[in-house]
Protein backbone atom coordinates (compact mmCIF):
# COMPACT_ATOMS: atom_id res chain seq x y z
CA UNK A 1 0.00 0.00 0.00
CA UNK A 2 1.08 3.32 -1.01
CA UNK A 3 1.73 5.20 2.27
CA UNK A 4 2.32 8.43 0.43
CA UNK A 5 0.51 9.92 -3.12
CA UNK A 6 1.49 12.39 -5.10
CA UNK A 7 -0.04 14.06 -8.37
CA UNK A 8 0.49 15.17 -10.69
CA UNK A 9 2.87 12.38 -12.49
CA UNK A 10 4.17 14.94 -14.75
CA UNK A 11 3.84 19.01 -14.67
CA UNK A 12 4.46 21.36 -17.53
CA UNK A 13 4.77 24.96 -16.59
CA UNK A 14 5.79 27.93 -18.66
CA UNK A 15 8.63 30.26 -17.07
CA UNK A 16 7.33 32.98 -14.48
CA UNK A 17 4.31 30.71 -14.16
CA UNK A 18 3.75 28.48 -10.49
CA UNK A 19 3.89 24.93 -10.40
CA UNK A 20 2.14 22.75 -7.68
CA UNK A 21 2.35 19.47 -6.41
CA UNK A 22 0.06 17.45 -4.27
CA UNK A 23 0.77 14.71 -2.13
CA UNK A 24 -1.46 12.97 0.62
CA UNK A 25 -0.05 10.80 3.28
CA UNK A 26 -2.32 7.65 4.96
CA UNK A 27 -0.52 7.41 8.49
CA UNK A 28 -0.93 9.97 11.34
CA UNK A 29 1.62 9.53 13.12
CA UNK A 30 4.07 10.45 10.25
CA UNK A 31 5.05 13.95 11.65
CA UNK A 32 7.76 15.25 8.83
CA UNK A 33 7.31 15.88 5.60
CA UNK A 34 10.68 16.47 3.08
CA UNK A 35 10.37 17.62 -0.41
CA UNK A 36 13.45 16.33 -2.57
CA UNK A 37 14.65 17.17 -5.87
CA UNK A 38 15.84 14.89 -8.19
CA UNK A 39 18.44 15.83 -11.25
CA UNK A 40 19.06 13.29 -14.04
CA UNK A 41 21.66 10.92 -13.02
CA UNK A 42 21.86 12.50 -9.35
CA UNK A 43 20.78 11.36 -5.68
CA UNK A 44 17.84 13.11 -4.70
CA UNK A 45 18.68 16.28 -2.39
CA UNK A 46 16.33 17.81 0.44
CA UNK A 47 14.87 21.46 -0.73
CA UNK A 48 12.07 21.93 2.28
CA UNK A 49 10.86 20.64 5.01
CA UNK A 50 7.46 20.84 7.27
CA UNK A 51 6.28 19.77 10.67
CA UNK A 52 2.46 19.43 10.64
CA UNK A 53 2.49 22.04 13.89
CA UNK A 54 2.98 24.53 10.90
CA UNK A 55 0.62 25.46 8.03
CA UNK A 56 2.58 26.60 5.58
CA UNK A 57 6.76 27.47 5.35
CA UNK A 58 8.73 29.55 2.94
CA UNK A 59 12.10 29.40 1.67
CA UNK A 60 12.69 31.87 -1.57
CA UNK A 61 10.64 30.43 -4.66
CA UNK A 62 9.44 27.04 -2.33
CA UNK A 63 6.65 26.68 -0.20
CA UNK A 64 4.65 24.10 1.09
CA UNK A 65 1.44 24.00 2.09
CA UNK A 66 0.21 21.72 4.76
CA UNK A 67 -2.90 20.66 5.79
CA UNK A 68 -3.40 18.18 8.65
CA UNK A 69 -7.26 17.34 8.77
CA UNK A 70 -6.93 16.57 5.49
CA UNK A 71 -3.92 14.57 5.76
CA UNK A 72 -2.40 16.13 2.31
CA UNK A 73 0.29 18.84 1.71
CA UNK A 74 1.90 20.47 -1.51
CA UNK A 75 4.31 22.17 -2.56
CA UNK A 76 4.16 25.65 -4.71
CA UNK A 77 7.55 26.94 -7.15
CA UNK A 78 6.68 30.33 -7.53
CA UNK A 79 8.46 32.49 -10.56
CA UNK A 80 9.25 28.76 -11.96
CA UNK A 81 12.61 28.64 -13.78
CA UNK A 82 13.84 26.27 -16.55
CA UNK A 83 16.72 25.32 -14.14
CA UNK A 84 13.80 23.99 -11.97
CA UNK A 85 13.41 21.18 -14.36
CA UNK A 86 13.80 18.12 -12.44
CA UNK A 87 11.83 15.18 -10.89
CA UNK A 88 10.08 16.44 -7.25
CA UNK A 89 9.36 13.91 -4.37
CA UNK A 90 7.42 14.30 -1.22
CA UNK A 91 8.13 11.84 1.44
CA UNK A 92 6.96 11.39 4.89
CA UNK A 93 8.85 9.56 8.04
CA UNK A 94 8.69 10.05 11.38
CA UNK A 95 10.93 12.07 13.43
CA UNK A 96 12.46 10.09 16.13
CA UNK A 97 14.14 13.49 18.30
CA UNK A 98 17.64 12.66 17.37
CA UNK A 99 17.41 11.53 14.05
CA UNK A 100 14.84 10.79 11.49
CA UNK A 101 13.07 7.22 10.38
CA UNK A 102 13.13 6.00 7.13
CA UNK A 103 11.42 8.00 4.43
CA UNK A 104 8.35 6.81 2.68
CA UNK A 105 8.16 8.77 -0.90
CA UNK A 106 5.49 9.61 -3.60
CA UNK A 107 6.30 7.88 -7.18
CA UNK A 108 7.46 11.37 -8.13
CA UNK A 109 6.42 14.86 -10.26
CA UNK A 110 8.52 15.42 -13.35
CA UNK A 111 8.56 18.95 -13.62
CA UNK A 112 9.19 20.67 -17.12
CA UNK A 113 9.88 24.47 -17.26
CA UNK A 114 9.43 25.85 -20.78
CA UNK A 115 11.66 29.25 -21.68
CA UNK B 1 34.80 14.46 -1.03
CA UNK B 2 32.42 15.91 1.22
CA UNK B 3 29.19 14.08 -0.02
CA UNK B 4 28.04 10.29 0.05
CA UNK B 5 29.88 8.43 -2.44
CA UNK B 6 28.81 5.30 -4.38
CA UNK B 7 30.76 2.83 -6.33
CA UNK B 8 30.47 1.32 -9.07
CA UNK B 9 28.17 4.41 -10.94
CA UNK B 10 26.83 1.79 -13.29
CA UNK B 11 27.01 -2.26 -13.19
CA UNK B 12 25.85 -4.94 -15.47
CA UNK B 13 25.23 -8.09 -14.40
CA UNK B 14 24.02 -11.64 -16.07
CA UNK B 15 21.13 -13.26 -14.10
CA UNK B 16 22.25 -15.70 -11.25
CA UNK B 17 25.46 -13.60 -11.00
CA UNK B 18 26.44 -12.33 -7.28
CA UNK B 19 26.85 -7.96 -6.69
CA UNK B 20 28.53 -6.19 -4.22
CA UNK B 21 27.25 -2.34 -4.22
CA UNK B 22 29.37 0.16 -2.07
CA UNK B 23 28.56 3.18 -0.12
CA UNK B 24 31.07 6.03 1.39
CA UNK B 25 28.72 7.84 3.81
CA UNK B 26 29.55 11.09 4.60
CA UNK B 27 32.20 11.05 7.65
CA UNK B 28 30.87 10.80 10.99
CA UNK B 29 26.65 10.33 10.18
CA UNK B 30 25.85 7.83 12.18
CA UNK B 31 22.79 6.58 10.27
CA UNK B 32 23.12 4.81 6.77
CA UNK B 33 20.11 3.87 4.69
CA UNK B 34 19.40 1.90 1.68
CA UNK B 35 16.83 2.59 -1.12
CA UNK B 36 15.41 0.98 -4.37
CA UNK B 37 14.27 3.07 -7.09
CA UNK B 38 13.09 1.68 -10.23
CA UNK B 39 12.76 3.47 -13.38
CA UNK B 40 9.89 6.12 -13.23
CA UNK B 41 9.03 5.46 -9.15
CA UNK B 42 10.18 7.22 -6.06
CA UNK B 43 13.07 5.27 -3.76
CA UNK B 44 11.41 2.62 -1.48
CA UNK B 45 13.51 1.51 1.92
CA UNK B 46 15.20 -1.15 1.79
CA UNK B 47 17.49 -1.47 4.96
CA UNK B 48 18.97 0.88 7.71
CA UNK B 49 21.97 1.39 9.74
CA UNK B 50 22.84 3.01 12.98
CA UNK B 51 26.96 2.72 13.15
CA UNK B 52 27.34 -1.20 13.00
CA UNK B 53 23.54 -2.15 13.92
CA UNK B 54 21.21 -3.35 11.39
CA UNK B 55 18.22 -2.25 12.94
CA UNK B 56 15.78 -2.32 10.44
CA UNK B 57 16.19 -4.49 6.98
CA UNK B 58 12.17 -4.94 6.89
CA UNK B 59 12.56 -3.78 3.05
CA UNK B 60 15.06 -5.88 1.57
CA UNK B 61 12.34 -7.97 -1.07
CA UNK B 62 13.94 -11.37 -0.70
CA UNK B 63 16.69 -13.50 1.71
CA UNK B 64 18.44 -12.88 -1.86
CA UNK B 65 19.52 -9.33 -0.60
CA UNK B 66 22.05 -8.59 2.12
CA UNK B 67 23.63 -5.44 3.36
CA UNK B 68 26.52 -4.78 6.12
CA UNK B 69 28.09 -1.89 7.98
CA UNK B 70 31.20 -3.52 10.11
CA UNK B 71 32.64 -0.75 11.12
CA UNK B 72 30.11 1.89 11.45
CA UNK B 73 30.80 3.52 8.34
CA UNK B 74 31.61 2.05 4.47
CA UNK B 75 28.26 0.35 3.89
CA UNK B 76 27.83 -2.70 1.26
CA UNK B 77 24.77 -3.64 -0.21
CA UNK B 78 24.91 -6.96 -1.31
CA UNK B 79 22.94 -9.29 -4.26
CA UNK B 80 23.24 -12.97 -4.76
CA UNK B 81 21.80 -15.14 -7.85
CA UNK B 82 20.55 -11.27 -9.44
CA UNK B 83 17.41 -11.62 -11.48
CA UNK B 84 15.78 -8.93 -14.07
CA UNK B 85 13.62 -7.26 -10.90
CA UNK B 86 16.30 -6.34 -9.34
CA UNK B 87 17.55 -4.09 -12.16
CA UNK B 88 16.77 -0.44 -10.98
CA UNK B 89 19.03 2.30 -9.01
CA UNK B 90 20.24 1.66 -5.41
CA UNK B 91 20.65 4.57 -3.41
CA UNK B 92 22.75 5.04 -0.09
CA UNK B 93 21.88 8.35 2.01
CA UNK B 94 23.35 9.06 5.60
CA UNK B 95 22.19 10.96 8.10
CA UNK B 96 23.11 12.94 11.23
CA UNK B 97 20.12 14.60 12.22
CA UNK B 98 16.97 16.02 10.03
CA UNK B 99 18.25 15.74 6.62
CA UNK B 100 19.26 12.50 4.64
CA UNK B 101 21.93 13.03 2.42
CA UNK B 102 21.93 10.91 -1.23
CA UNK B 103 24.31 9.90 -3.04
CA UNK B 104 24.16 9.50 -6.99
CA UNK B 105 23.31 5.97 -6.74
CA UNK B 106 24.15 2.84 -8.49
CA UNK B 107 22.31 1.73 -11.40
CA UNK B 108 22.17 -1.93 -11.49
CA UNK B 109 21.22 -3.64 -15.15
CA UNK B 110 20.26 -7.63 -15.20
CA UNK B 111 20.21 -9.09 -18.18
Known amino acids: QQQVKQSPQSLIVQKGGISIINCAYE??????FPWYQQFPGKGPALLIA?????SEKKEGRFTISFNKSAKQFSLHIMDSQPGDSATYFCAATLDRGSTLGRLYFGRGTQLTVWP | GAGVSQSPRYKVAKRGQDVALRCDPI?????LFWYQQALGQGPEFLTYFQNEAQLDKSGLPSDRFFAERPEGSVSTLKIQRTQQEDSAVYLCASSDTHIQYFGAGTRLSVL
Open chain 1, 27 to 32: NTAFDY
Open chain 1, 50 to 54: IRPDV
Open chain 2, 27 to 31: SGHVS
